[in-house]
């Protein structure tokens, strides 16, 4: 819900400051009407309603994919399309993928957020509603800022935002925020807010393959990236999650993965790799064989360095890493 008319609603009519937190409180724990916070005077409750739309976000679509994966289309009060999907894993995880952006400024050429148009940067507001939507069906307890946007170059509504997640069940704990590199937010990752997550979708071991695939290389190259990365690691003594996108024929030799290898050896255990399966976007790349997936994280492991390979979720509705992008709003 728009905190900012919430709080201004109760402002004109005169009613103490607790009020917002107590909305707030019924909002988070996944109320779906005012009706329901029945610790508010009932006249406030009938005035909210006409005056405070439970979402700032409208809802226009959602898909369920095979797997339980959901994905919601929601839509700004000004037009701006976002996705956002809740992940359900059989251990009882229910991990929401949140967009800090409608679109993408970057260009990454294998992810599918960049060809659509750019919007604009989300409030606090419409990142919780993203959350809300779906915790008003059912309890959550991890959140990953990878749905579209580059979260850090919006850091402050993210940061806000996560101050408020804990209140719907999800700890800063299981809160990452995945950035391209964006080094100022890396640094300000490190000292300021709650503790959250860091993953850094790295996708190439050295400047100029990754400057091809990803053009905020040229501006933020890797050797600084990684210096700022190992900063966050001294700062919050948690490790980094690297993500690494396989493609075949492009990134997943053997020699690459020990060349990754050494770019993120030291020090020990600061940083993870998750080796991410392409899901197919209409960039035109191919993802790699399982194979060569596997031969990738053993000579990761052979180096001393820890991998996972992610498991696909969403891919058949286009809810999957890379493929969030609003079709009409493409055109
Ligand atoms: N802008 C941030 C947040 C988005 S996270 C970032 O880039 O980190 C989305 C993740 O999915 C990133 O790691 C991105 O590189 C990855 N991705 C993009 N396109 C993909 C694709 N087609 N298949 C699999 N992963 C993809």
Same mark, same amino acid.
């Given at each position: 819900?728009?905190?900012?008319?919430?709080?201004?609603?109760?402002?004109?009519?005169?009613?103490?400051?607790?009020?917002?937190?107590?909305?707030?409180?019924?909002?988070?724990?996944?109320?779906?009407?005012?009706?329901?916070?029945?610790?508010?005077?009932?006249?406030?409750?009938?005035?909210?309603?006409?005056?405070?739309?439970?979402?700032?976000?409208?809802?226009?679509?959602?898909?369920?994919?095979? &797997?339980?994966?959901?994905?919601? #289309?929601?839509?700004?009060?000004?037009?701006? /399309? $976002?996705?956002? @999907? !809740?992940?359900?894993? =059989?251990?009882?995880?229910?991990?929401?993928?949140?967009?800090?952006?409608?679109?993408?400024?970057?260009?990454?050429?294998?992810?599918?957020?960049?060809?659509?148009?750019?919007?604009?940067?989300?409030?606090?507001?419409?990142?919780?509603?993203?959350?809300?939507?779906?915790?008003?069906?059912?309890?959550?307890?991890?959140?990953?800022?990878?749905?579209?946007?580059?979260?850090?170059?919006?850091?402050?509504?993210?940061?806000?935002?996560?101050?408020?997640?804990?209140?719907?069940?999800?700890?800063?704990?299981?809160?990452?925020?995945?950035?391209?590199?964006?080094?100022?937010?890396?640094?300000?990752?490190?000292?300021?807010?709650?503790?959250?997550?860091?993953?850094?979708?790295?996708?190439?071991?050295? &400047?100029?393959?990754?400057?091809? #695939?990803?053009?905020?290389?040229?501006?933020? /190259? $890797?050797?600084? @990236? !990684?210096?700022?990365? =190992?900063?966050?690691?001294?700062?919050?003594?948690?490790?980094?999650?690297?993500?690494?996108?396989?493609?075949?024929?492009?990134?997943?030799?053997?020699?690459?993965?020990?060349?990754?290898?050494?770019?993120?050896?030291?020090?020990?255990?600061?940083?993870?790799?998750?080796?991410?399966?392409?899901?197919?976007?209409?960039?035109?790349?191919?993802?790699?064989?399982?194979?060569?997936?596997?031969?990738?994280?053993?000579?990761?492991?052979?180096?001393?360095?820890?991998?996972?390979?992610?498991?696909?979720?969403?891919?058949?509705?286009?809810?999957?890493?890379?493929?969030?992008?609003?079709?009409?709003?493409?055109?």
């Amino acid at each position: 819900m728009d905190q900012e008319l919430l709080d201004r609603t109760l402002a004109e009519r005169g009613e103490p400051s607790f009020r917002a937190l107590q909305v707030w409180k019924w909002a988070a724990r996944g109320a779906r009407t005012y009706e329901e916070m029945t610790n508010l005077p009932a006249a406030l409750r009938a005035a909210l309603a006409r005056e405070v739309p439970l979402s700032s976000l409208s809802f226009e679509d959602e898909s369920l994919a095979s &797997d339980g994966t959901q994905k919601a #289309l929601l839509r700004t009060h000004d037009g701006r /399309p $976002l996705e956002a @999907v !809740l992940m359900r894993y =059989r251990d009882g995880r229910r991990s929401l993928c949140l967009s800090s952006q409608s679109g993408c400024p970057l260009s990454c050429t294998f992810c599918a957020t960049g060809r659509m148009k750019f919007g604009r940067n989300l409030t606090a507001s419409e990142i919780l509603d993203q959350a809300l939507h779906f915790r008003r069906s059912e309890a959550v307890n991890h959140a990953v800022f990878m749905g579209m946007g580059e979260p850090l170059l919006n850091l402050d509504a993210v940061l806000e935002a996560c101050e408020r997640l804990p209140d719907l069940g999800i700890a800063t704990s299981n809160t990452a925020v995945s950035t391209v590199g964006w080094i100022p937010g890396i640094e300000r990752l490190a000292r300021e807010g709650r503790p959250v997550r860091l993953a850094l979708s790295l996708h190439a071991p050295e &400047d100029a393959l990754r400057s091809e #695939l990803m053009p905020v290389n040229e501006r933020y /190259p $890797l050797d600084e @990236v !990684l210096a700022a990365c =190992r900063d966050w690691h001294a700062a919050r003594r948690r490790e980094v999650f690297v993500e690494y996108l396989m493609l075949e024929g492009v990134n997943d030799r053997v020699e690459q993965a020990l060349a990754l290898a050494e770019l993120v050896r030291e020090p020990r255990n600061a940083f993870k790799v998750n080796l991410i399966p392409y899901n197919p976007t209409e960039a035109g790349f191919e993802g790699s064989s399982r194979g060569a997936i596997d031969a990738f994280r053993s000579t990761l492991e052979s180096r001393g360095v820890r991998a996972t390979v992610r498991l696909t979720r969403g891919r058949d509705i286009d809810a999957a890493c890379g493929q969030l992008a609003v079709r009409a709003a493409a055109a």
